[in-house]
């Protein structure tokens, strides 16, 4: 049965889409059968991984408000073991459908429980809220990817999130657990950047992952290219950075 992992943290621009673009990407090439769920409204992992979403019919959206199938709205994409679910524009308004919907914090669970055998790993990339749509994907998966940029306010924001994981394990998910927490956008030639990660780990001991994802140019330019950065540049520093999650991923998987 495959792992589901959400991406999550309702700040914008921390690197959500990038890590659930590149760990899905290089579970993938590592072997490992990868669905990466978009969820987001902007779309950003589906074009990350190739997807034109004006050319898709049937979306997360259509999935979520119950009109097609997972199954049918999955996309093969060109890389190996990474399937994609991909997003719309119309998942914007799916929040303000989905809270009048029966069990509607289990939307997201009943669509992708039919697929999850075929996997090793589900990654979902959750929408910069705490909205209906993130709180669908923390009542699913099994463990939460944090991703935190190495800034000032990296912090800032973070009870809320862990009170959303309280609540959904309270509620409807006992079983959720961290799978780690992600500082992205490192750069070790500031000072400011040693201060958070120290701060980072303090707020969550043991939760911090070894690996930590450099700030580089690469990392950005990928996705105009709409190729995960293991095959875009597979030497760069961060197709190795991406590469080092992905082992920390897979020993958690089994130990
Ligand atoms: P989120 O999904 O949390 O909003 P993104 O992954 O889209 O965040 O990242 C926000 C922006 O920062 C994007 O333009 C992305 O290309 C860029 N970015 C993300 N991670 C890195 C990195 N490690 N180095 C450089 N740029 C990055
Ligand atoms: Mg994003």
């Known amino acids: 049965m495959g792992k589901i992992i959400a ?38 992992s589906s074009s990350g991984v190739g997807v034109d979403r004006r050319r898709v019919k049937q979306t997360m959206y259509e999935v979520l408000i119950g009109e097609t199938p997972a199954q049918e709205a999955r996309i093969h994409t060109e890389f190996a073991n990474l399937d994609l679910l991909p997003s719309s524009m119309d998942l914007a308004g799916a929040e303000l459908e989905l809270i ?19 996997y090793d790993f589900i990654l979902i990339d959750c929408p910069p809220s705490l909205g209906i749509i993130t709180t669908n994907a923390l009542c699913v998966a099994d463990t939460l ?46 000072n400011l950047t040693q201060q958070v990660v120290e701060e980072v780990k303090k707020y969550f001991p043991r939760k911090v992952f070894a690996t930590v994802i450099p700030r580089t140019v690469r990392l950005s330019e990928a996705p105009s290219f709409g190729r995960p950065i293991c095959y875009f540049d597979r030497s760069s520093k961060g197709a190795y950075a991406y590469d080092a999650l992905a082992d920390e991923v897979l020993k958690k998987a089994a130990p």
């Open 145 to 190: 990817l944090v991703p935190i940029q190495c800034e000032y306010y990296a912090l800032e924001g973070l009870s809320q999130l862990m009170n959303s994981v309280r609540r959904v394990k309270r509620q409807y998910n006992e079983q959720l657990d961290i799978e780690g927490v992600l500082l992205t956008m490192y750069d070790g030639r500031l």
């Open 100 to 118: 009048e919907m029966e069990h509607r914090e289990s939307i997201l669970k009943n669509a992708i429980v039919p697929l999850r055998a075929e």
């Open 7 to 44: 991406v999550a943290n309702q700040k914008g621009g921390v690197g959500k889409t990038t890590t659930a673009v590149n760990l899905s990407a290089a579970l993938g090439a590592k072997g490992k059968k990868t669905l990466l769920v978009d969820v987001d409204p902007q779309g950003n």
